[in-house]
Nanobody
Framework: VQLVESGGGSVQAGGSLKLSCAAP????????MSWKRRQAPGKERELVS????????RYLDSVKGRFTISQDNGKNTLDLQMTSLKSEDTAVYYC????????????WGQGTQVTVSS
């Protein structure tokens, strides 16, 4: 399963960015999709937001009300709309798929850098 992120970049605090993760359409039916981030080398990746195959979502407490995860069916992408960005949101963001059935396994994108300057 190939996951390809795009949309990272540099923005000032208070600004917005949208990340997208392109994936094969069938992935969304048999995988829970998520965005995770690593804020510094050697630090554990943390779950930012989760979109389950049944449509339910979950967010890291610190991003609730600021980030929105969604699936664009027309483009077969997993999107993360980030608003009111803070310097502590600076990280490498990864798209991830936790799959079952014939796709069973965990898959990762290559990561995209988000830098928020204050």
């Amino acid at each position: 399963v190939q996951l390809v992120e795009s949309g990272g970049g540099s923005v000032q605090a208070g600004g917005s960015l949208k990340l997208s993760c392109a994936a094969p359409g069938y992935v969304f039916r048999t995988c829970d999709m998520s965005w995770k981030r690593r804020q510094a080398p050697g630090k554990e990746r943390e779950l930012v937001s989760l979109l389950r195959s049944d449509g339910t979502t979950r967010y890291l407490d610190s991003v609730k009300g600021r980030f929105t995860i969604s699936q664009d069916n027309g483009k077969n992408t997993l999107d993360l709309q980030m608003t009111s960005l803070k310097s502590e949101d600076t990280a490498v963001y990864y798209c991830a798929a936790d799959c079952w059935g014939t796709l069973e396994g965990n898959y990762w994108g290559q990561g995209t850098q988000v830098t928020v300057s204050s």
